[in-house]
């Protein structure tokens, strides 16, 4: 499979207008276009029945307490685990392409709707835990939502935009699964995938 994204080049920076946060006027950070970029795919086995997309950072601080606070760095060495942005299943076997926007369009505080929709089952992405607590965003946050590091770590994050042909027309999810149970629900029906690995981050000494 080949997996093409538009204004995306595989290890290369992730343009401002996909991402959830950007360099604010005079602030580290401001809430941006978070416009989901458009995907087209090919190649795919023929037998193909669905697709799912999970687009993944790997790069978050296991321990984010110290993010985006003034005076403090998050160190490149600190322990990691994933974040997910995208989580997109039960996508139709007729289905080739995503065109921008059509899953996300600006920030949404409070989220957008998991489930049913046009393009596929949307699942939750990590958007939902990491901003609980925060009255004006707090929510569940279903769908395409793009990146937004820390601007104050050392380290690049890395955004694996990964297409799945799966051997199934649906994988049996509902609800609020999160990005965990879409993979382990993955697993084992994969034909093919593709994978395309974009860079961001908004540390003013490492863009």
Not at 132 to 157: F, K, L, Q, S, V
């Amino acid at each position: 499979m080949k997996l093409i994204i538009q204004g995306i080049q595989d290890q290369q920076p992730i343009p401002e207008k996909f991402a959830f946060g950007v360099p604010g006027d005079g602030e580290p950070m401001a809430t941006g276009p978070n416009r989901n970029p458009a995907l087209t795919w090919e190649d795919a086995p023929e037998n193909t029945k669905s697709y799912a997309i999970v687009v993944v950072d790997p790069d978050v601080p296991e321990d984010a307490s110290d993010a985006n606070q003034p005076g403090k760095m998050l160190a490149a060495d600190l322990k990691r685990r994933n974040f997910y942005h995208w989580v997109l299943v039960d996508i139709p076997a007729k289905t080739s392409a995503i065109e921008e926007g059509a899953d996300s369009d600006g920030v949404t505080p409070h989220g957008k709707e998991p489930g049913p929709t046009e393009l596929g089952l949307r699942g939750i992405n990590s958007f939902t835990d990491f901003l609980a607590g925060d009255p004006d965003m707090e929510g569940t946050y279903g769908g395409y939502d793009g990146p937004c590091p820390p601007w104050n770590d050392e380290r690049i994050h890395h955004y694996h935009f990964t297409v799945y042909a799966l051997d199934v027309e649906t994988l049996g999810l509902n609800g609020e699964f999160t990005g965990v149970e879409a993979e382990k629900a993955i697993q084992d029906h994969v034909l093919d995938k593709a994978t395309v690995t974009g860079t961001y981050t908004l540390n003013p000494e490492l863009r």
